[in-house]
Nanobody, 114 residues
Framework: VQLQASGGGLVQPGGSPRLSCAASGRISSINVMGWYRQAPGKQRELVARIFGDGSTNYADSVMGRFTISRDNAKNTEYLQMNSLKPEDTAVYYC?????????WGQGTQVTVSS
């Protein structure tokens, strides 16, 4: 199973980029899709996740600004990020929980700076 994340880069404060993460390979029954992030000198933290029934969880720090979604037909998840702040700067990692375990993407850097 491979996960390919895209959509990161340098963004101005207040910007609204969208991250994508496409899963490929021998995948069966994806349950959870989500995103973690890790800022320099900090622990990796859960940003958002979406379950098979469409329910979602968000970190308090992104609630109301980020929206996670998924396209089951494409095995792809998205993270719409709005009103970005400098403290959102981090490497963002996508992951999926499927029948055979947990798989991770390679990480995509998001830098919020003017």
């Amino acid at each position: 199973v491979q996960l390919q994340a895209s959509g990161g880069g340098l963004v101005q404060p207040g910007g609204s980029p969208r991250l994508s993460c496409a899963a490929s390979g021998r995948i069966s029954s994806i349950n959870v899709m989500g995103w973690y992030r890790q800022a320099p000198g900090k622990q990796r933290e859960l940003v958002a996740r979406i379950f098979g029934d469409g329910s979602t969880n968000y970190a308090d720090s992104v609630m109301g600004r980020f929206t996670i979604s998924r396209d089951n037909a494409k095995n792809t998840e998205y993270l719409q990020m709005n009103s970005l702040k400098p403290e959102d700067t981090a490497v963002y990692y996508c992951y999926i929980v499927h029948r055979n375990g947990v798989s991770w993407g390679q990480g995509t850097q998001v830098t919020v700076s003017s």
